[in-house]
């Protein structure tokens, strides 16, 4: 055999092992374990936090202690996250309030145009009370300007809340047209949400499960217990967070 031939014959087989140990070494590799979620931080604020909570009995809660209601326990939430922070509530609300209702209350009472966060969950009554759906699809909008003007002019600072479906209670006892008309609300406000740049945090879903899961309903078998605004709280959180950690 040529000699030369031998010594590429050689190197061709030393290459050949080379390749092999390569690809053992990568074979071995242990795969990295799936980082942990990140923990939710807040940071240290100069200035008190002001958090203003705009709605009807579903904001007010309704057959529930003060402190159960979801602007009370996300506040509490939001303190225990940085305790050298000052978090102030206000709540501009009441058990059967419309979009009008509120849209008056909040021309009467003139709310400061300095809020850090703001979250609106309204609507239900519109629909409760038959009003007609043009009055939402005219009035939520307004609703909205009105809270991002109040919310230091920053539409950033404002979350919309979907509405609960009371159709899955006992007083609803399962009413179809109930749920099909909360769907209608909430689509549109989601949309709108959508299409304006404004965070959308959707509960529904939770509320859909109150005749399987009573212990979501309160004593009056029609609003949420404190159970489900902490399961609210726990889907609006993260978003505050963001919202106030800018």
């Known amino acids: 055999m040529d000699y030369t031939l031998k010594i590429g014959l050689l190197f061709l087989s030393l290459l050949f092992i080379d390749c092999q140990s390569d690809n053992t070494e990568i074979k071995s590799v242990v795969p990295s374990q799936n980082p942990k979620p990140t923990e939710l931080t807040l940071p240290t604020k100069s200035k008190p936090i002001k958090y203003l909570a705009l709605g009807d009995s579903y904001t007010i809660g309704q057959s529930v202690c003060e402190s159960c209601r979801f602007p009370e326990q996300l506040k509490n939430k939001l303190y225990n996250l940085?305790?050298?922070?000052?978090?102030?509530?206000?709540?501009?609300?009441?058990?059967?309030?419309?979009?009008?209702?509120?849209?008056?209350?909040?021309?009467?009472?003139?709310?400061?145009?300095?809020?850090?966060?703001?979250?609106?969950?309204?609507?239900?009554?519109?629909?409760?009370?038959?009003?007609?759906?043009?009055?939402?699809?005219?009035?939520?909008?307004?609703?909205?300007?009105?809270?991002i003007l109040l919310a230091k002019g920053d539409k950033s600072n404002l979350i919309v809340v979907s509405i609960p479906d009371y159709a899955f209670t006992p007083f609803g006892n399962g009413n179809k047209k109930i749920s099909t008309e909360i769907d209608q609300y909430n689509s549109y406000a989601q949309n709108y949400c959508a299409k304006n740049d404004i965070v959308f945090v959707n509960i529904t879903e939770i509320t859909r499960q109150g005749i399987s899961n009573t212990s979501l309903v309160a004593s009056d078998n029609l609003h949420p217990s404190e159970k489900a605004y902490t399961l609210f709280v726990e889907r609006i959180l993260p978003k505050a967070v963001s919202v106030l950690q800018k």
């Open 82 to 147: 940085n305790t050298q922070n000052t978090i102030s509530l206000d709540i501009i609300a009441k058990t059967g309030w419309t979009t009008s209702s509120l849209i008056s209350a909040i021309s009467n009472q003139k709310p400061s145009n300095d809020y850090d966060l703001i979250t609106l969950l309204i609507g239900v009554n519109n629909q409760y009370q038959g009003n007609s759906f043009s009055v939402y699809e005219k009035e939520f909008p307004d609703l909205v300007t009105k809270a």
